[in-house]
């Protein structure tokens, strides 16, 4: 039984026959491959596009979701195996996994990261319990990677430069200054499949302490030898975006740093000018900017930015709903 955990665990061609099931499923919105299926779509963060999505996914395809937010709506869940559970979790993840598949057909697990020890939040310990424990499919709604929004950002690529073949192109992904330190999930995802993609791929960032998790990075090196892309790190702003044919955007929190935020904030603080604005997207090919969404406006991207043509995180987020279908229905049909 597959589970779409990450998208380094699919084959390219599985991940293209997603994308070319995505594009069906954004011409005919409404089909019958998930009649009589039900989704339990289970939230440890908030969400407005994943829940709104893979709620409205199923639906349209003739199945049901139910949303549970442990801890809010569900009980809260142990996760330790050999737990002596005199904490505040009422089930361990054993039932509830295992009950959860004996009355749904797939389970959706967003989790993010604790933010106090990286060591710890690496392991995915979330995600990777429920696929332990489920013997349904369990798809990745974000935890410290974000697949689902990998694919609707490449095809929202695809769709806007017109092809499927994105290799060759000039990728940027820049940190953003934002208040917070946040997740690198969106960050490594980009970089999994931005490099996937067979791109040339830049990562520009503050310091070396700003670059991701080796294990995101040995995914990308791995992904430029079989792709035939490219992968560097930069400071220089004006350097990596000359020529860039894609700017993608997200902040995150400098991982030395990981759960001593306050340590962090004054080094953050000096990298506000790093915001993407219309000085920066006239270095670029003509390039197109993207963002997961959300995202603070005039912190991360000027209000010009957003408000470009050249701008396609609508564009983006709507395809979450088509490859979402997609996933679903590969996972539903194996
Ligand atoms: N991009 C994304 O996952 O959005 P939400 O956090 O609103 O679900």
């Known amino acids: 039984m597959k589970h779409f955990l990450n998208t380094q665990d699919w084959t390219r061609s599985e991940l293209d026959a997603l994308l070319a099931d995505a594009a069906r499923f954004k011409r005919s919105r409404i089909g019958d491959e998930l009649k009589g299926k039900s989704v339990a779509l289970v939230f440890f963060n908030p969400s407005l596009r994943t829940r709104t999505s893979f709620e409205l996914g199923a639906f349209q395809l003739g199945g049901h979701a139910v949303v549970l937010q442990p801890g809010k709506d569900a009980w809260p869940i142990e996760f330790g195996i050999g737990a002596r559970m005199d904490g505040d979790a009422e089930e361990h993840i054993i039932e ?5 598949s004996r009355y749904v057909d797939l389970i959706g697990v967003r ?11 690496r392991q995915d310990q979330v995600l990777r319990s429920f696929a ?9 709604m974000e935890t410290i990677t974000h697949p689902c929004q990998e694919l609707a950002h490449v095809m929202a690529l695809q769709e806007h430069f017109g092809t499927t073949d994105l290799r060759g192109r000039k990728y940027v992904l820049t940190w953003t200054y934002h208040p917070k330190a946040l997740n690198t999930a969106v960050a490594n995802s980009a970089l999994t499949i931005a490099t996937r993609m067979g791109m040339d791929v830049t990562l520009l960032c503050p310091t070396p302490d700003y670059v991701l998790d080796q294990r995101y990075m040995d995914w990308a090196a791995r992904n430029v030898a079989e792709s ?24 995150w929190g400098a991982l030395p740093y990981f759960g001593q935020w306050e340590a962090e904030k004054p080094i953050r603080d000096r990298y506000r000018h790093f915001i993407v604005d219309e000085a920066k997207m006239a270095l670029t090919n003509d390039g197109v900017f993207s963002h997961c969404l959300p995202l603070r406006r005039n912190v991360k991207a000027t209000d010009g930015v ?3 043509p050249r701008c396609i995180a609508i564009d983006e987020a709507e395809n979450r709903l088509h490859v979402q279908k997609a996933v679903m229905s590969a996972l539903i049909s194996q």
Do not use: E, R
């Not at 509830?96 to 959860?100: C, F, G, H, R, T």
């Not at 989790?111 to 939040?121: G, L, N």
């Not at 930069?234 to 894609?246: E, Q």
């Open 96 to 100: 509830v996994a295992k009950v959860l």
């Open 111 to 121: 989790a993010f990261p604790k933010f106090v020890d990286w060591s710890v939040d």
């Open 132 to 140: 332990a424990h489920a013997t349904v499919p369990v798809i990745n």
């Open 228 to 251: 035939g892309g490219s992968l560097q790190v930069s400071h220089d702003i004006a350097a990596a975006y000359a020529g860039a044919d894609v700017v993608y955007a997200k902040s």
């Open 306 to 308: 957003m408000d470009s």
